[in-house]
């Protein structure tokens, strides 16, 4: 009897290359797919389910009912992912991108496009010649010692230019001097610190560009390696980790008059202003970003913009930028999490990302 093949080793190896820079887990994934016959396997049962959920097992036994709902056809998803994991990346991505224009598929399928597509962009980026990578932070006020003490260490990575941190009130006559009344507006309408941290950074990088860094996140080994090949107009971090694989803002990086910041910074002001949406995520933080990304990566003149970009996983952010750390104020309300969840509106809970 010929032996089951191993397709969770084929998950595993299929989602560290994914989410992965590094050629060795290429050539594994390589060699399982060819030890495993899975070319002649329903791959999209081994395959689409763990570009879904880190828990692909969940999916294997309703996998034509997911695809359906998807709006993808299983057998072109099939052939483009098999194109791509077994080095044709150019015809997978052709072949998902045309399955993509051909319906209507969900966010998590346009959202993985995205990532496949921008990821390589980044890694044909050569690396600047000099350090180009200004950091900026925000805290609105006495930022507790766990977290001054890595903002600290953040202002000595060797490979930036320069580095500035801005408090409430710094932020906010930033804001005046160089966007006006209605911006202002919206930052002192913004209950949470949470909130006006997010409008702030987007106003910034739309008018400076650099890199933001929210001020949970600590450094790792590769950090100023990582720093320092900083070389592009935009760099999303893209949840692959998550069901939804949307976007986050805990780290962002751009150039100056980027369109997607001029277009977010004005998304934000209305959600605030007009909408009057609490919950920071949806109103200026990942949820919000997510959904414009999403409706213009539908869009052919969006799309242009956002595949032009270049995007890293969470989850190699964590390893090869910063990762996140237990700061003490995420137990009190000045995580606007608990904010939220205890106070309403809690409009003297100060953090500052």
């Given at each position: 009897m010929q032996p089951k093949p191993d397709t969770g080793r084929f998950r595993r190896a299929l989602w560290r290359h994914l989410v992965s820079a590094d050629d060795a887990q290429l050539a594994t994934l390589l060699g399982v797919w060819r030890e495993v016959g899975l070319p002649a396997l329903p791959a999209f049962y081994e395959v689409i389910s763990m570009l879904l959920v880190r828990d692909?097992?969940?999916w294997l036994d309703r996998g034509e009912e997911v695809i359906r709902q998807l709006g993808l056809d299983l057998d072109e998803v099939d052939g483009a992912l098999h194109r791509?994991?077994?080095g044709d990346t150019a015809g997978g991505l052709a072949a998902l991108r045309a399955c993509r224009e051909r319906r209507n598929p969900g966010r998590k399928v346009v959202f993985w496009h995205m990532f496949l597509e921008t990821r390589e962009n980044r890694l044909r980026q050569p690396a600047p010649p000099a350090p180009e990578v200004d950091l900026f932070q925000y805290w609105d006020r006495d930022p507790p010692p766990d977290v001054a003490a890595e903002m600290e260490k953040w202002s000595r990575v060797p490979t930036l230019r320069s580095y500035r941190r801005f408090d409430e009130a710094e932020a906010r006559q930033y804001l005046a001097d160089r966007h006006g009344a209605e911006l202002v507006r919206a930052y002192d309408?913004?209950?949470h610190a949470a909130m006006k941290s997010d409008l702030f950074r987007i106003a910034y990088l739309l008018d400076h560009g650099g890199l933001y860094m929210d001020c949970d996140m600590r450094q790792v080994e590769r950090t100023a390696e990582f720093v320092a090949a900083m070389n592009t107009p935009l760099q999303l971090t893209v949840q692959t980790h998550r069901p939804t694989c949307g976007v986050t803002n805990c780290v962002m990086h751009a150039r100056p008059n980027h369109p997607l910041m001029a277009r977010f910074l004005e998304r934000c002001v209305r959600n605030i202003l007009d909408e009057n949406l609490r919950n920071p995520l949806q109103a200026t933080g990942p949820a919000a970003l997510s959904a414009m990304i999403d409706q213009m990566l539908r869009d052919r003149d969006?799309?242009?913009?956002?595949l032009r970009s270049t995007s890293v996983s969470l989850t190699e952010l964590h390893r090869r930028l910063a990762?996140?750390?237990?700061?003490?104020y995420k137990k009190t309300s000045k995580s606007w999490q608990r904010a939220l969840g205890t106070?309403?509106?809690?409009g003297d809970a100060g953090r500052g990302a």
């Open positions: 692909g097992d969940r791509y994991v077994t309408a913004a209950w969006g799309a242009a913009v956002l990762t996140n750390f237990g700061a003490s106070s309403g509106r809690a």
